[in-house]
């Protein structure tokens, strides 16, 4: 019997940087401490992992023309300049008579979070950070057009990795997911597993992506790619479930979703692992949304106390990483 092929993809998640960033500055950090918590996974992914990048734009010098980008590499351009307009600080500069600001004391009342001032830091850097500079790729994905772009561009890159295995009969995929790489990795496992289903990406993708689509999807229905395991880190699937009138019928009838709909068939082996920080206000625990398995483990976890930085450093997290390592390690033998 051959021995089964296991490919690992990794997918990043939304980028708050203001600069331009490599996600393989995550990714092989990430890849060497799993390898050296377990050195079996060498062997096990010989050539290591497929990294996606997606949504932010690449360091070079000199910085690419504008037109050089792709739409979702202009995201991070988009957003700086959103937030030049739009961030605290400039308004405070501002000082033309149509911009009216409250005094911080009137006759009347004090503006209170003025005497709190780490109050009112740590609220505008979140506002300001995580939500005008990471959230907005969150929006975009939201949109008809925004999702057909990033998906373009995440299942291109895969698909295109994946041609080498087309004939392969065992292929195991080891999804690792960060913030609304989670939800990436949830969509394109319930394009290829979902039964009875007639994936979006069809519509979507180009006629040569769409035809590896295809031909995968039809390798799943037959039990010949299958899910290895899946590690989501600061899930946001519980805010996406919104996005689908089929989900919002389901939950709000008290029903729950089925992970068999993304290939978590194993009844007995651990296949999904979920790891969230309460301090994180973009990442939730995502396990009680799904019909009770034992194939699903949630930990919960500390990335850090600061709300931003939790959400950003599950990729160094010494639980993540030894547990994921398990996870790749038992399903990848």
Not at 120 to 138: K, N, P, Y
Not at 199 to 204: A, K, L, R, S
């Amino acid at each position: 019997m051959s021995k089964p092929i296991n490919i690992l993809i990794m997918v990043h998640g939304m980028s708050p940087s203001n600069k331009p960033r490599s996600p393989f500055d995550l990714y092989e950090p990430f890849w060497q401490a799993l390898v050296k918590n377990a050195p079996q996974l060498q062997e096990i992914f010989p050539i290591g992992y497929i990294g996606v990048e997606w949504g932010h734009e690449l360091p070079e010098t000199p910085p690419p023309d504008l037109s050089a980008l792709r739409t979702d590499q202009k995201l991070m351009r988009s957003q700086n300049f959103l937030h030049s307009r739009v961030c605290w600080e400039a308004i405070q500069r501002d000082n033309d008579s149509t911009n009216v600001k409250m005094a911080e004391l009137t006759a009347n009342k004090m503006d209170f979070p003025s005497f709190t001032p780490i109050i009112r830091q740590l609220i505008i850097g979140l506002r300001e950070s995580v939500m005008i500079m990471g959230f907005g790729d969150v929006i975009f994905y939201c949109s008809q057009e925004g999702e057909t772009l990033i998906r373009q561009v995440v299942y291109g890159q895969v698909l295109e990795k994946l041609d080498l295995y087309r004939d392969a009969k065992d292929v195991r995929l080891h999804l690792v997911g960060h913030s609304l790489g989670v939800t990436l990795c949830h969509d394109f496992l319930y394009g290829l597993f979902a039964p009875d289903h007639e994936p979006d990406f069809y519509q979507q993708g180009s006629t040569e992506d769409v035809n590896r689509f295809r031909w995968w999807r039809n390798k799943a229905q037959r039990g010949e790619l299958v899910v290895g395991s899946l590690t989501s880190t600061a899930s946001q699937i519980p805010l996406f479930a919104m996005r689908k009138p089929k989900i919002v019928e389901m939950l709000a009838a008290e029903q729950l979703l089925n992970a068999r709909d993304i290939g978590i068939l194993s009844q007995q082996t651990v296949k999904w692992k979920i790891f969230y920080d309460i301090d994180d206000i973009l990442g939730f625990g995502t396990r009680r949304l799904y019909q009770p398995s034992p194939a699903i483990m949630e930990f919960q976890v500390d990335t850090s106390d600061h709300p931003g930085d939790a959400h950003n450093n599950y990729w160094q997290n010494p639980t993540v990483i030894a547990e994921t390592a398990k996870l790749l390690l038992v399903n990848g033998s």
